[in-house]
């Protein structure tokens, strides 16, 4: 079946840096979208990426849809303390509407 | 416009039990998914229900089962509970199905704890 591969799978920073992650598969996909999860929460839409090479941002975070459809990266400028927590790719299939989601990256900003 | 519900938000039961989890979607999304999220598999689809009508299954055993209704709340039940079941289950509810233009909104999910 079709697997994400998501890296790094943890990332220690210092506040004010910029942090990149991201994801690749072996499969294409139609939509490429990124969340975070906070501890005992359910994960929060962040960016959404539907064409590819489409290069979205939302605030302080940019990702991008690769050209290929089997890769994404997102870029979080300036962390602030908030940003902690842990960030999924996912990937949407042609058809059908599952997610298949990469293994997270585990984000700690030291302030 | 509130966001996806789930309840319980935890759950402790035993070995041979079953159990039944409850997602109301946000109002006129109608498509809910259900998701099992461990520290070793990570988030896993289940199944996907649209119009009262599963349109999608995940590679899980037939103990796992859902359903929706009409005002599209879900269901979701696991029988015969196993330790390995243990997780945290989130629902994610969207406008409809088989378009490439609504993403899926989460709920904060259920913690079910197999003792």
């Known amino acids: 079946g079709q697997q994400l591969n998501q890296s790094p799978q943890s990332m220690f920073i210092q506040e004010g840096e910029d942090v990149s992650m991201n994801c690749t598969s072996s499969s294409i996909f139609n939509t490429w979208l990124w969340y975070k999860q906070d501890p005992g929460e359910g994960p929060v839409l962040l960016i959404a990426?539907?064409?590819?090479?489409e290069l979205t941002s939302n605030g302080r975070l940019t990702a991008q849809f690769g050209i290929t459809r089997k890769d994404s990266f997102l870029n979080i400028s300036a962390s602030i303390p908030s940003d902690v927590g842990i960030y999924f790719c996912?990937?949407?299939?042609?058809?059908?509407?599952?997610?298949?989601f990469g293994e997270g990256t585990q984000l700690t900003v030291n302030p | 416009k509130a966001g996806v519900t789930q309840t319980p938000r935890y759950l402790i039961k035993t070995r041979g039990q079953q159990v039944t989890l409850s997602c109301s979607p946000i109002s006129g999304h109608r498509s809910v998914s259900w998701y099992q999220q461990t520290p070793g598999q990570g988030l896993q689809f289940l199944f996907e229900y649209f119009s009262e009508t599963q349109r999608n299954k995940g590679n899980f055993p037939g103990r796992f089962s859902g359903r929706q209704f009409s005002n599209s709340r879900s269901e979701m039940n696991v029988s015969t509970l196993e330790l390995g079941d243990s997780a945290l289950y989130l629902c994610a509810s969207r406008y409809r199905t088989g378009s490439s233009y609504n993403e899926q909104f989460f709920g904060p999910g259920t913690r079910l704890t197999v003792l």
């Open positions: 996912a990937g949407q299939e042609t058809s059908g509407s599952r997610l298949t």
């Open positions: 990426l539907y064409k590819a090479g």
